[in-house]
């Protein structure tokens, strides 16, 4: 339930069937309003997300997020007595690569927020706008989904972020992002090169000048990724379950079929790594834009699946 007056969502709290997640609270309104907003929301069943505000404005900075995070985290559990797992954390995801010095380390200070939030308030989740980091980069597809693959690498995987709003239909792994561009990304990210924006703004511009160039029917055509095809057939299989792929479907379990020792290894070998895949791939990430996942606390749902891992089993 989403919606910056809160008496619009105390409304569709009444309404509301099942546990939704208000969207959101925020100590901006000072801590009496904060904790009024909770109990209602408690009072619901509901689940919130925080986000790291106050009084003051937004937190940018590293410690500034864990900072108003914790302070966040210790009204809820120990004022308003709200269950710590129903707490979710959105410590402001910023845009980087706008030319602009202090803008540099805003990836930064999200990651290594995540990692201290996750600490210091046991069970609470972090969730963020993944999409703000390269909202300098809109319109150039290539540029924000390889800036999307190193975070999501760096802030999921290795600091414990939780969950994601990102468009999932054009989301990569670091594995699918050209080389070059990754390094580009990278640097960018982690601020590991001061000319890192520099560098990236130029790639942008090329990449501009690539895409105006094929609006008008010249130069090279953009790259079509089917080098997968190429890979032994379960791991084309667990490609196509991971992508959402169906064009081969049909050519691939034949081959399956025939290549494996049992009709029920055709299920059997693709399904096992799709999984683990599937679960590494974006770790806990619970892409907002996506399909709704299982019910475990460290599952993940993603708009690029096209089918559930747990029916192959049962069938």
């Known amino acids: 339930i989403d919606s910056s007056k809160f008496e619009i969502v105390e409304a569709g709290l009444k309404w509301c069937q099942g546990k939704p997640i208000i969207n959101s609270i925020s100590l901006k309104p000072g801590k009496a309003e904060f904790i009024r907003h909770a ?96 909202f300098g980069f809109r319109g150039v597809n290539v540029i924000r989904e390889s800036i999307h693959a190193i975070f999501l690498h760096k802030c999921c995987i290795e600091a414990g972020m939780d969950m994601g709003i990102i468009n999932a239909k054009e989301m990569e792994s670091i594995k699918e992002v050209e080389p070059s561009l990754l390094k580009l990304a990278e640097d960018l990210v982690m601020n590991t090169r001061a000319d890192g924006c520099e560098r990236m703004l130029d790639r942008c511009t090329k990449e501009k000048e690539l895409m105006e160039i094929r609006k008008k029917g010249g130069g090279a055509a953009a790259v079509v990724k089917t080098s997968w095809r190429t890979l032994p057939i379960v791991e084309r299989l667990t490609h196509a379950l991971v992508n959402g792929i169906s064009e081969f479907v049909d050519e691939d ?51 690029r699946w096209r089918c559930h891992a747990h029916p192959l089993g049962r069938s």
């Not at 937190?59 to 979710?88: G, M, Q």
């Not at 009709?263 to 996506?290: A, D, K």
């Open 253 to 303: 379990t034949e081959e399956a079929r025939q290549a494996l020792p049992t009709p029920l290894n055709v299920s059997e070998h693709p399904s096992t790594p799709f999984q683990l895949q599937s679960t590494s791939y974006i770790h806990h990430i619970r892409c907002c834009e996506g399909r709704q996942g299982g019910e475990e606390p460290h599952s993940c749902a993603s708009g």
């Open 39 to 134: 109990t209602l929301v408690k009072k619901h069943g509901a689940a919130v997300v925080v986000m790291a505000f106050d009084e003051n404005g937004q937190a940018a900075t590293c410690s500034e997020k864990v900072r108003i995070c914790k302070l966040s985290y210790d009204i809820l559990v120990n004022e308003v007595r709200f269950p710590p797992e129903d707490i979710v954390f959105d410590p402001n995801i910023l845009t980087i690569g706008t030319g602009l010095e202090e803008h540099h380390n805003y990836g930064v200070d999200f990651i290594n927020a995540t990692k201290q939030i996750k600490e210091l308030c046991p069970m609470a989740k972090i969730s963020g706008g993944v999409s703000n980091l390269s």
